[in-house]
Nanobody, 121 residues
Framework: QVQLVESGGGLVQPGGSLRLSCAASGSIIRIYAMGWYRQAPGKQRELVAAITSGGSTTYGDSVKGRFTISRDNGKNTVDLQMNSLKPEDTAVYYC???????????????WGQGTQVTVSS
């Protein structure tokens, strides 16, 4: 169906930057939107940023002005540039893809396995 491969997570100091990437593959007919969510220990999963195939973006309040989401529709990829990172940004970040799938229909939501981002000195 759909596979999401995430990369770019790791350990960074407060104030530093990190760039996450996600590549979608499979029998994709159309992607309506892709985005990033995160989940910290003891907290619910929350929206970080999302972008539609047309380029409209949505950001969580806590990351506005610091994070930027972008996409390459031809390659079915989405990136998240994270600047001015804070300790509270520490979480597992999950890639999300909302798409129609060949032989299945849709739209359906698909999730990556998650990549750890740790902001600490």
């Amino acid at each position: 169906q759909v596979q999401l491969v995430e990369s770019g997570g790791g350990l960074v100091q407060p104030g530093g930057s990190l760039r996450l990437s996600c590549a979608a593959s499979g029998s994709i007919i159309r992607i309506y939107a892709m985005g990033w969510y995160r989940q910290a220990p003891g907290k619910q999963r929350e929206l970080v940023a999302a972008i539609t195939s047309g380029g409209s973006t949505t950001y969580g309040d806590s990351v506005k002005g610091r994070f930027t989401i972008s996409r390459d529709n031809g390659k079915n990829t989405v990136d998240l540039q994270m600047n001015s990172l804070k300790p509270e940004d520490t979480a597992v970040y999950y890639c999300n893809c909302n798409a129609d799938i060949g032989g299945v229909g849709g739209p359906y939501n698909y999730w990556g396995q998650g990549t750890q981002v740790t902001v600490s000195s």
